[in-house]
């Protein structure tokens, strides 16, 4: 039987299975990207709730796993060479279990890089952008009289979104006919924008039609619906 016990997260929140890959995480737009990859892998896997309302992941156990605080975390008990790897940061998650399954990246080196270079364009502009305007509209940002902040991060989500048409407007997914975990990266911090944030009138999603029709096409898929829920919140 495999043996985590090494791994001081396991004291806290402790795996029934552990010889499935084990998640750390919360329903956000960065911790539903592992599960939604997950599903659409049809890796066996035991999801746990790190609940960052209570700030659990400043505690010792989750700190234990990612010195940075935050979701999502893996714990892989079947790594490189059989060993377990402990792995944060959800682009490096995406990307790892990919390359772990050959499977949502594509085969040919160039297409593989410019699947990674949309990952890598969510991970340092979607995310920051949007949660940004999250933060300015819906939440505490509605305190500050000066509106600046906030328009500043809507421009700039608009423009992002923007790429994003252009990007879409002649493909069905981002990198064409292959769903790949660019698409995975980037439709949760859309549907939070749209549907939670519910800034879709400030950024005039109205007017990005082609990435509106993906949406709709990444949440329709039986991953998504699944992945969006994990974990289950109780």
Same mark, same amino acid.
Request: proline share 8%.
């Given at each position: 039987m495999?043996?985590?016990?090494?791994?001081? *997260?396991?004291?806290?929140?402790?795996?029934?299975?552990?010889?499935?890959?084990?998640?750390?995480?919360?329903?956000?737009?960065?911790?539903?990207k592992?599960?939604?990859?997950? #599903?659409?892998?049809?890796l066996?896997? #035991?999801?746990?709730?790190?609940?960052?309302?209570?700030?659990?992941t400043?505690?010792?156990?989750?700190?234990?796993?990612?010195?940075?605080?935050?979701?999502?975390?893996?714990?892989?008990?079947?790594?490189?060479?059989?060993?377990?790897?402990a792995?944060?940061?959800s682009?490096? *998650?995406?990307?790892?279990?990919?390359?772990?399954?050959?499977?949502?990246?594509?085969?040919?080196?160039? /297409?593989?890089?410019?699947?990674?270079q949309?990952?890598?364009?969510?991970?340092?502009?979607?995310?920051?952008?949007f949660?940004?305007?999250?933060?300015?509209?819906?939440?505490?940002g509605?305190? *500050? #009289?000066?509106?600046?902040?906030l328009?500043?991060?809507?421009?700039?989500?608009?423009?992002?979104?923007?790429?994003?048409?252009?990007?879409?407007?002649?493909?069905?997914?981002?990198?064409?006919?292959?769903?790949?975990?660019?698409?995975?990266?980037?439709?949760?911090?859309?549907?939070?924008l749209?549907?939670?944030? #519910?800034?879709?009138?400030?950024?005039?999603?109205?007017?990005?039609?082609?990435?509106?029709?993906?949406?709709? /096409?990444?949440?329709?898929?039986?991953?998504?619906?699944?992945?969006l829920?994990?974990?289950?919140?109780?």
């Amino acid at each position: 039987m495999t043996d985590l016990s090494s791994f001081a *997260i396991t004291a806290r929140w402790p795996a029934k299975e552990p010889e499935k890959l084990q998640l750390y995480s919360f329903a956000t737009p960065n911790g539903v990207k592992v599960a939604i990859a997950l #599903e659409e892998l049809g890796l066996p896997y #035991e999801a746990h709730l790190v609940d960052i309302t209570k700030n659990e992941t400043w505690t010792e156990p989750f700190l234990s796993l990612n010195p940075n605080g935050k979701i999502p975390a893996i714990l892989d008990p079947d790594g490189p060479g059989g060993k377990p790897l402990a792995l944060f940061e959800s682009g490096a *998650i995406l990307v790892y279990l990919a390359e772990k399954t050959g499977k949502l990246m594509p085969a040919d080196p160039a /297409r593989r890089y410019e699947t990674i270079q949309w990952v890598f364009f969510q991970m340092a502009a979607i995310g920051p952008m949007f949660g940004q305007l999250g933060f300015f509209h819906k939440f505490a940002g509605r305190e *500050i #009289e000066d509106k600046r902040p906030l328009e500043r991060y809507a421009g700039e989500s608009k423009r992002l979104l923007g790429v994003l048409e252009g990007r879409l407007s002649g493909g069905k997914w981002m990198m064409g006919e292959d769903y790949t975990i660019a698409d995975i990266a980037i439709f949760p911090w859309v549907r939070t924008l749209r549907d939670f944030y #519910e800034a879709g009138d400030l950024v005039g999603f109205g007017g990005f039609p082609a990435v509106a029709a993906w949406l709709d /096409r990444c949440l329709a898929r039986p991953a998504s619906a699944k992945g969006l829920a994990i974990p289950a919140r109780g």
